[in-house]
């Protein structure tokens, strides 16, 4: 029996905007399996609890120690009675048994690769999956005609589904700031998602692209897309238009979290650059930008990249690294073990934003889901707001409420400003 004053209970507000969450994590044990059941709930098509789990997960993430026993548990909030029978569990034997099974569940298994090529969602997975389609290899062998982006997800697939990191997203940076300037002198690019969020890694990377003057913006992206293009660094690109202004609805008003904003889906092909005025010769960078663009467009003013020692260990480790990259690749159901290209491909979303919606789209771009979901579930349900990424509108006012800033539309909704290093809920 524990003594309830020795005990730290833990208190935390229920709406993620009102919590700072950094990206670290003091119950990883907790929220991965967590993370794992909403994840699941997910591929099965099932929102609701997807987020119920993911709202459990976050509550434990925000936590300030490690959770030790269940009495600390008292009273927070999101923590319904399958996460917390989840949490005991864990606390008492270290694993679930739920979560543990699951793990080794062919069905599982088989939508985490399907869903895993990009272009593939659970709907999509689940189709293969009853036509008894496990594996990347079942697939080609199926004969099904795969969409263009699907054919990229399944050709870049390992590459794709190996975490980019922050010097790699840096890297891009540098590759898309130059294309924006290029084509269009003034305009401005801004990291979102969870690299400006200070994630040391992520699935892909997110870029924001506006100009101060309003309506210069109008038609960068294909300019910028063509100037990628022409410098061979897309392996892959969908765009989509701004269909913001033939809304009727109102901008606050557009359903889902969807925004309208022109998009483009796209795969860079980033050099592995070979470093070759090191001390030490046989290291290899990944960071590279240079050797795909020569002559007066090269990014070759660039050749000095920083390179740090986490990026010289990896190195050093290359080739016992790529030989377990090999081993992984093929039971992750992958095609092709990882081979020596001088390249990766990682995803890379563009969005243009006019620059009187660029406050809203940035907190709207910058995450993470979680908050994203909460701002905007707060907005509605305690203010009487509607927000989105072009706008936010008081429905008590009838009126729209303009914003410069994140911390103006935080004012707004009467949050204390969280900066993003601590909206990683
Ligand atoms: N976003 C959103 N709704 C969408 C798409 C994006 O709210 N339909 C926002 C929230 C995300 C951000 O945009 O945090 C970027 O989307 P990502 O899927 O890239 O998410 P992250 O960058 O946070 O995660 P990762 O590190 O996995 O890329
Ligand atoms: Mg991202």
Not at 283 to 311: A, F, K, M, Y
Request: proline letters at 4%.
């Amino acid at each position: 029996q524990v003594d309830d004053a020795e005990v730290m209970v833990f208190s935390v507000p229920s709406y993620a905007c009102q919590r700072r969450t950094t990206p670290d994590d003091n119950n990883s044990l907790l929220t991965d399996a967590l993370s794992l059941l909403a994840e699941n709930a997910e591929l099965c098509d099932q929102e609701g609890r997807g987020v119920a789990f993911r709202r459990a997960a976050a509550v434990l993430k925000a936590l300030p120690k490690p959770v030790t026993c269940m009495t600390q548990l008292r009273g927070l909030p999101c923590l319904g009675g399958h996460s917390l029978r989840v949490i005991k569990e864990i606390l008492d034997n270290g694993a679930s048994s739920e979560v543990e099974s699951m793990k080794h569940c062919e069905r599982y298994k088989a939508r985490k690769v399907l869903t895993g090529v990009f272009g593939v969602g659970a709907k999509t997975a689940d189709r293969w999956i009853r036509e008894g389609i496990h594996t990347l290899h079942q697939l080609r062998d199926s004969g099904h005609s795969l969409n263009r982006t699907q054919k990229a997800g399944v050709e870049h697939y390992d590459d794709l589904n190996q975490p980019v990191s922050k010097a790699e997203a840096d890297a891009v940076e540098e590759i898309v700031a130059k294309a924006v300037v290029s084509v269009l002198p003034g305009a401005q690019i801004t990291l979102t998602g969870g690299f400006r969020r200070g994630k040391l890694t992520g699935h892909d990377v997110d870029f924001l692209i506006t100009h101060p003057e309003e309506g210069r913006e109008e038609g960068l992206m294909s300019k910028v897309v063509s100037w990628l293009e022409s410098h061979g660094f897309l392996l892959y690109q969908k765009t989509t238009r701004n269909s913001y202004l033939e809304s009727k609805d109102g901008p606050a008003r557009i359903a889902s979290n969807m925004d309208r904003f022109e998009r483009c889906f796209s795969i860079f092909k980033l050099a592995k650059e070979v470093k070759r005025e090191t001390k030490q010769p046989e290291i290899q960078r990944e960071t590279g930008l240079q050797n795909t663009v020569e002559g007066p467009c090269s990014v070759g003013d660039h050749t000095h990249i920083q390179v740090d020692d986490s990026i010289l260990q990896t190195d050093h480790t290359s080739q016992s690294q790529i030989h377990a990259d090999e081993q992984r690749s093929c039971e992750d159901g992958g095609l092709k073990p990882a081979g020596h290209k001088p390249w990766r491909a990682v995803r890379v979303d563009l969005v243009v934003s006019p620059f009187s919606q660029f406050a809203f789209a940035l907190l709207g771009w910058t995450g993470s889901k979680l908050f994203e979901r909460d701002l905007r579930r707060w907005a509605g349900q305690e203010k009487a707001m509607s927000l989105n990424s072009h706008a936010l509108y008081d429905n008590t006012q009838k009126r729209y409420l303009k914003a410069t800033s994140e911390e103006e539309i935080f004012a707004h909704l009467g949050l204390e400003f969280i900066p993003p290093s601590e909206r990683n809920a």
